[in-house]
């Protein structure tokens, strides 16, 4: 039986030997070669699609820190924010304590139309219990979300009413913005603060812009802090409004493609006034190309710390089950002719991804002098001829350093274990109508609201609760701006979103430096005409 068994393997093996020897051995073949080794003879049941999968990943990480692969559900979560909508019910929440509370309904959304409110804690969705059986936000939203037009039934418990309310929301497309945020800060500055660079994002930022105008706006300040970036021609299409019409955008170039130019293609209909663009070393990709077209073409001024240096240019390859590639095809160059792509060694992404720790240690955020451009690096803008550097990330104008002091353990412990945002959701539950009926607007809420010490013992109060254990010295560092942040979160919960940045921003340096730059018409004109 052995000798039979051991004589079965090797005429197995002879075959597999001669099939290999008579094909023609390319590497494509090679692979599908194993693949058809691993199916046919492996110990056990093989999952396919999963080893294909696997195989397709490995791949693109031998090549750059930004070619993808993402499987069918994935591509969806990818794709769904810069496509500017998805379908659900139409709220904003948040989980704690395994109970999910409505922060905000989406005006004139699903929920919205049906009645339910700010605050309401949704016990039931569909036929799923959903307080109190510690499920994960993915799984919460996976429920709540469908097609649109489908039903769904929650019960709800509301403050002050005994039983559960029953509500059936029809589900419907809920828009995702892009601009968070849009005010006068003060009588002749507008500020715009833009999260992601999505299919309606010029849509949305002109129509923000022709609001600020009617208020007055003269100048303006454009905020990508922490902007991750998203698509290129979305980008390209919020430049057209402050340049004039023939203004290089960017261009992209590759080994395997054509060399594409983006122009104005028009005057843009805000190109006069002084701009001053934000950023930090979380803006990348599209925040990169903005800021760049900005700079190079002396259009305003960049105040911030260096850009994350993401200039490499994926072009998704869908697949038929749903799944997509994203692979760098280019590299996009600002109009000056710098790439902004930080170095990487092919295969190196864990490497690649320690960069921004890197330039922590080596004291860059504190202080310009710690960042060093070779000379092989440097280019000069279009019109003032100013020298810039390319190489890895966009090196701001102005340089702001990051503000630590802050910070404390005892306020991260706050933040991390969500007592924080907790106290403001039970604050606000328990005061909305006295809150409203006090402060009908934001601005009055902003000019007249203030975060009293009883509030601050209930917080710290909160965090015990929370196994937050009060730490004094910990406590006196982060006193004020945990003030700031709770009246932010407090307006942003009574009105919208954009008001937690009317509150939170007078305490960030970057922002008050670009306020005080654009007021200051020597110093920007000094910086732009060096």
């Known amino acids: 039986m052995i000798k039979r068994l051991f004589f079965a393997i090797a005429i197995a093996m002879i ?14 073949r090679k692979l599908r070669y194993a693949e058809g080794i691993i199916e046919n003879f492996y110990v056990d049941k093989v999952d396919t699609n999963k080893i294909v999968d696997e195989a397709i990943i490995a791949m693109l990480k031998t090549l750059d ?14 794709t769904e924010p810069l496509q500017g909508n998805f379908s659900g019910i139409g709220i904003q929440f948040n989980m704690h304590e395994d109970t999910l509370y409505v922060v905000q309904t989406i005006a004139g959304g699903p929920s919205e139309r049906v009645g339910i409110l700010a605050g309401d804690r949704i ?10 059986v510690k499920k994960k936000n993915t799984d919460i939203m996976k429920i709540l979300r469908g ?9 709800v418990k ?20 892009s601009v968070d945020a849009a005010y006068m800060a003060d009588d002749k500055t507008g500020y715009i603060r833009i999260s992601r660079f999505a ?47 023939g203004d290089l955008i960017v261009y992209t170039d590759g080994p395997r493609t ?98 921004l720790m890197r330039r922590y240690d080596s004291g860059e955020f504190m202080s310009a002098d710690s960042v060093h451009f070779a000379d092989s690096l440097k280019y000069t803008t279009l019109k003032n001829r100013r020298i810039v550097y390319g190489g890895g990330g966009i090196m701001p104008d102005c340089f702001v350093a990051i503000d630590t002091a802050f910070y404390s353990d005892y306020y991260r412990d706050l933040v991390a274990k969500g007592a924080l945002n907790q106290y403001c959701l039970d604050y606000v539950d328990e005061n909305r109508k006295e809150l409203l009926t006090k402060f009908k607007t934001e601005t009055d809420f902003i000019n007249g609201f203030n975060v009293t010490d009883e509030m601050m013992q209930g917080l710290i109060a909160r965090g015990e609760k929370d196994g937050v254990k009060f730490d004094e010295k910990g406590y006196d560092v982060s006193r004020e701006y945990l003030r700031t942040i709770l ?40 910086l732009l005409n060096p």
Do not use: W
């Open 158 to 177: 509301r403050r002050g009413v005994p039983e559960l309310l029953s509500f059936r929301i029809t589900r419907d497309n809920i828009p995702i913005y």
């Open 123 to 132: 016990i039931e969705a569909g036929d799923s219990v959903i307080a109190g």
């Open 199 to 245: 299919q309606d994002t010029n849509k949305e930022v002109v129509e923000a812009l022709d609001r600020l105008k009617k208020q007055g706006m003269k100048n303006l300040i454009i905020d990508v802090e922490s902007n991750g970036g998203g698509y290129m021609n979305s980008a390209v299409e919020l430049c057209e409004n402050f340049l004039n019409r």
């Open 65 to 78: 820190p930004h070619s993808t692969y993402s499987n069918p559900e994935e591509t969806r979560e990818l």
């Open 147 to 155: 097609e649109k037009g489908t039903i769904i039934d929650v019960k």
């Open 258 to 355: 054509n060399p594409y130019y983006f122009y104005a293609e028009k005057n843009g209909k805000y190109n006069d006034g002084r701009i001053v663009v934000m950023v930090n070393q979380y803006s990348a990709s599209a925040s990169e190309i903005l800021a760049g077209a900005i700079q190079d073409n002396d259009r305003g001024v960049v105040v911030g710390r260096r850009t994350f240096g993401k200039g490499l240019v994926q072009r998704p390859f869908p697949f038929p089950d749903g799944s997509m590639i994203r692979l760098t095809v280019s590299r996009y160059h600002t109009p000056s002719g710098r790439c902004i792509q930080k170095p990487y060694e092919e295969g190196e992404s864990d490497d690649y991804q320690k960069d």
């Open 487 to 526: 009246k932010g979160l407090l307006a942003r919960d009574l009105y919208e979103d954009g008001s937690y940045y009317r509150v939170v921003n007078e305490t960030n340096p970057v922002y008050r430096e670009a306020l005080r730059l654009i007021n200051s018409l020597h110093e920007y004109d000094l």
């Open 15 to 28: 075959g597999v030997s001669a099939i290999a020897q008579a094909m023609t051995f390319t590497p494509d």
